[in-house]
């Protein structure tokens, strides 16, 4: 089993929707980061968290550590939204490199 | 420079044959990662240095890989004899910071093809 696992793979939505993509993971950790990779392939670094939820612009990002559960929600979602949104997680027990989700490749249509 | 930038964007190899994927970082910044993502998977981590020190190369998969940061700043990722299975987007990331557990800023990759 994956150390991060994301819900759902693939989402394609109607502008204007709510979305909310789930990242599950197995081991304690003490960060989670949210990234978002367009086609090209460079990765953007959209939240770095460790308790409660953040929020940019219409991105809100929340984390429940006992649950070992994180969701990425876009408001008023747009087309250019679309793109790769990738979760990964620090653990706690040393130093070791982050671990990534597979990803949810977002397709968002006007 | 204003982002971690890194050359060739592209580059298709002939099976067996030799290539070096370059990443420069933001200036200052101390820590370099390099990661591998294979199609439809996530990033996966390969080496990491502080400053010109590797400090971890757990991730490379085999000796055919090799990485180096001479002087601290500008790395380069070797990878000698490619074979398919080295196909995927090489990713580099820095950080003003030591260690993994800070804020990183990642180049756009060097999406690899060996035919």
């Known amino acids: 089993k994956n150390e991060v696992e994301q819900s759902p793979q693939n989402l394609t939505a109607q502008e204007g929707e709510f979305i909310t993509i789930n990242c599950s993971y197995s081991?304690?950790?003490?960060?989670l980061h949210w990234l978002q990779q367009h086609p090209g392939g460079g990765i953007v670094s959209l939240f770095m968290?460790?308790?409660g939820k953040k929020k940019h612009g219409r991105l809100i990002a929340t984390i429940n550590i006992q649950e070992k559960h994180s969701s990425l929600h876009i408001t008023a979602s747009h087309p250019r939204d679309s793109a790769v949104y990738i979760c990964?997680?620090?653990?706690?027990?040393?130093?070791?490199?982050?671990?990534f989700g597979k990803g949810t490749r977002l397709s968002v249509i006007a | 420079g204003a982002g971690v930038s890194q050359s060739p964007r592209y580059k298709v190899a002939k099976r067996g044959q030799d290539v070096a994927l370059r990443c420069d970082p933001i200036s200052g910044h101390v820590s370099l990662f390099w990661y591998q993502q294979a199609l439809g998977q996530g990033p996966e981590f390969l080496t990491y240095f502080q400053n010109e020190a590797q400090l971890d190369k757990s991730g490379l998969p085999s000796d055919r890989f090799f990485a180096e940061r001479p002087e601290g700043s500008v790395s380069t990722l070797k990878i000698q004899r490619t074979q398919q299975e080295d196909s995927a987007v090489y990713l580099c990331a820095s950080s003003p910071r030591q260690g993994f557990g800070y804020g990183y800023t990642f180049g756009s990759g060097t999406r690899l093809t060996v035919v």
């Open positions: 968290l460790s308790s």
């Open positions: 990964a997680v620090l653990s706690n027990s040393g130093n070791t490199p982050l671990v």
């Open positions: 081991v304690g950790i003490s960060a």
